[in-house]
């Protein structure tokens, strides 16, 4: 039944669109772009005029450019990765989506995958080919695969209307197709240190309407998470991960596509054990445990599908999507070494489920105009279960029995409901002014029912051929992530040994912000390009998340106010075959006064939060990254770094971890075959200089165990392109 009224909601949509005549975007500004280019300062393409025949390149290329116009980006920062950047990387494509990230400027470095843009956690917005895909429970850093991506758009700032919910950084992944990589494929294998073998293969073609990519890849590594020691090998971190994703496409006729784009992940991962802890609790039957010997474990699934239909109608470029996404994580404790050593030994099963439909349209008025509006709407399904073994303990948490008890707390089921519209004007004002404004609302109706209205503002401003200005004002809500919230019974708990710290607890709130940006990017010559750009957010009910068990799964909790405020300096070199690039950000995030989630901190440290603002545990003063690559004779060389002054740690993070850096060589060749076979080869060496770094010790507000970065790995690759 939803289904059908998402069908008939869409088709509403479509034949309400109405019929003008297309223009182009205005151009927009440069900006430093990792390690190749940026899309800022491109004019986007208008529609296409009508093509003399019906071929598949001709019309999914017609397609694409009207496609086009639906995502802008005036006033923002945008940072494009395209395949000469991505197969620049040490690992090319074998690089995680969240290291390929890790090379665009604010972007910091955390444990578990996990990624900050300008003092946000997480909140990053993921879409495929323009359609929003709701983030898993482990987040989409170790979900979705680099191979599938031909272009990734990276925009921050102050967005237009079009983005809300997340949005600290839009990953916006144009996918291969198979009309535009013609029919054949590849396969491939990475393997190298720490047991490292990641076979992948790739199949793309079209016949006739029909065209599509499909592609999957194996890894099977003994580091799936960060070492909690600085030891080269980890103890009992073994992972293995499955991925896959596929688009088929149907050309309907010259101005209208169906697609079908769908993918699934399964990934197993091995806690790492740390050794040498001491026993805290005595278990009855156990007389001893080596910590070394714990076998916990979490499989982390993600499975998604979205059908879209994208097109012209007259001179309105649409796309509107139906869609689900399903994701879980299940967490396996060790039912003896957890309750010897944490007192607690809890299953832990979350999933959500979640029905969306998306529509936008973009509509030029005149030669100075181009109006864009649309909707989203999603309704999610979040489940949150949790069986514990605990001990009887007494009112100062003493351990009374050495006979576990079992409890169940299933928090209570509810529908997750998420509203959105907007409208937008884009307005060319003269040869060098552009101006978007416009509006979103959107409603939220989950654990808690909140709603605002959110103006936007964005200028850009060409002041000469090299120089380019733009500033821009947005009105953010981010409502919490249905997925990670799991209400906790805090009553029944009491009189155990995982009695939590405080009795206060509230509903997690939406994140409210007025966000500020502004920026500058210059020209030099016609190989530099420089930019500075900085923002300020001020931000009511900050949204932050920590790990406060054992699970590798974030909770969200508000502080009620935040401040962030950063400034980053971009530049990028290209001549000939060479490329270099280096981004340096200074950032400041902080918060006060913890007003939800209180039962995950000790009243002493709720008592000096509620008095002092503190850095948010992802603050980091100063983050960089930069490389070159330089292609000569069909052999790249290339290298990159990463440097960071250190996350937060302490009580309420009132302190901060040593500085780290990490360099990464590669060198590849690529050898032409016959019937035009190619075969690419490629070495890469990891953290070059083996040095040992801390990203997590253990301590500070929601950090749950030390992590270290990565020891120096040699790995070597082969693809095949037939």
């Known amino acids: 039944m939803r289904s059908n009224v998402l069908t008939v909601c869409i088709a509403v949509a479509l034949l309400s669109a109405p019929r003008a005549h297309a223009d182009a975007d205005a151009a927009e500004p440069d900006a430093a772009a990792p390690p190749a280019e940026s899309r800022n300062a491109k004019t986007k393409a208008a529609p ?34 395209d395949r000469d950047s991505i197969d620049a990387l040490p690992l090319g494509d074998a690089t995680p989506l969240n290291q390929v990230l890790l090379q665009a400027p604010g972007v910091v470095n955390d444990s578990y995958g996990q990624l900050h843009v300008r003092g946000d956690h997480a909140d990053l917005q993921y879409r495929l080919n323009g359609v929003i895909i709701p983030e898993s429970i482990s987040g989409f850093g170790q979900t979705l695969d680099t191979r599938i991506i031909d272009s990734l758009s990276f925009l921050t700032g102050a967005l237009p209307a079009q983005y809300g919910y997340r949005t600290a950084g839009i990953v916006d992944i144009t996918t291969k197709s198979g009309a535009n990589e013609g029919n054949g494929g590849d396969v491939g294998l990475t393997a190298g240190a720490f047991g490292t073998l990641n076979p992948s293969f790739e199949l793309h073609g079209s016949n006739g309407a029909w065209s599509g990519f499909f592609t999957g890849s194996y890894l099977q590594s003994d580091i ?148 864009r509006y649309g909707l989203y709407a999603s309704d999610e399904d979040p489940v949150a279960n949790n069986t514990s073994l605990v001990f009887p303990a007494d009112a100062d948490g003493n351990q009374t029995s050495t006979t576990p008890i079992t409890i169940v707390d299933n928090a209570p089921h509810i529908d997750a409901r998420t509203y959105g519209v907007y409208a937008q004007d884009e307005w060319q004002i003269g040869d060098r002014l552009t101006m978007n404004y416009g509006v979103r609302a ?80 210059q020209k030099i010559g016609g190989d530099l390009t420089l930019g500075l750009d900085a923002y300020y957010r001020k931000v009511t009910n900050l949204l932050d998340e920590g790990q406060f068990g054992s699970a590798l799964i974030f909770s969200p909790f508000n502080y009620a106010h935040g401040k962030v405020r950063g400034v980053e300096l971009t530049a990028n070199y290209t001549h000939d075959g060479f490329t270099a690039y280096a981004n340096v950000a200074s950032s400041r995030a902080e918060g006060k006064d913890v007003v939800t989630g209180q039962y995950n901190f000790g009243q002493d440290e709720l008592d000096y939060i509620a008095t002092h603002w503190v850095h948010l545990d992802h603050d980091q003063r100063l983050t960089s990254s930069g490389g ?48 035009d076979d190619d075969l690419d080869v490629g070495l890469a060496l990891i953290n070059a200089t083996d040095r040992v770094y801390l990203l997590r010790d253990g301590s500070g507000i929601g950090v749950g165990a030390p992590q270290y970065g990565p020891r120096r790995g040699l790995y070597a690759s082969v693809n095949l392109a037939f």
Request: charged share 20%.
């Open 442 to 521: 959107d409603k939220v109706d989950a654990y808690v029912r909140e709603s605002q209205l959110s103006p936007r503002l964005g200028l850009v401003y060409a002041a000469s051929d090299t120089t380019t200005l733009h500033a821009g004002y947005a009105r953010y809500f981010t409502p919490p992530p249905a997925e990670l919230i799991a209400p906790t019974d805090i009553a029944l708990f009491q009189g155990t040994t995982n009695a939590l710290p405080t009795n206060v607890n509230a509903e997690t709130k939406s994140e409210r912000s007025h966000y500020f940006d502004a920026g500058v990017s």
């Open 224 to 371: 799936g998470i960060e070492n909690p020691t600085p030891s080269r090998d980890a103890i009992h971190d073994r992972t293995n991960q499955i991925k896959g994703l596929g688009d088929l496409s149907y050309l309907i006729d010259e101005s209208t596509r169906l697609s079908f784009l769908f993918g699934a992940t399964n990934n197993r991962f091995e806690i790492p054990n740390n050794p040498g802890q001491t026993p805290v609790y005595a278990l009855d039957g156990v007389t001893s445990f080596d910590s070394r010997d714990l076998d916990e474990r979490q499989q982390e699934r993600t499975r998604f599908a979205v059908l879209s239909l994208q097109g012209l109608l007259g001179a309105t470029s649409y796309q509107a999507s139906i869609g689900q996404r399903y994701t879980s994580v299940d967490y396996s404790p060790d039912p003896i070494g957890d309750l010897i050593f944490t007192g607690v030994a809890g299953a832990i099963a979350r999933s959500n489920r979640a029905n969306t439909l998306q529509a936008d349209f973009a509509t030029p008025f005149g030669d100075a105009h181009t109006v």
């Open 628 to 675: 070159f690559s330089y292609l000569w004779n069909g052999t790249r060389l290339g290298a990159d770094y990463l440097y960071g002054s250190g996350l937060r740690a302490d009580f309420a993070n009132t302190g901060h971890l040593p500085q780290y850096w990490q360099v990464n060589a590669s060198v590849d060749r690529k050898f032409s075959l016959a019937h």
């Open 48 to 81: 296409a005029a009508e093509d003399e025949t019906l071929g598949t390149v001709s019309v999914v290329g017609k397609l694409d450019r009207a496609r086009n116009p639906l995502s802008p980006d005036i006033g923002s920062s945008e940072y494009l990765f």
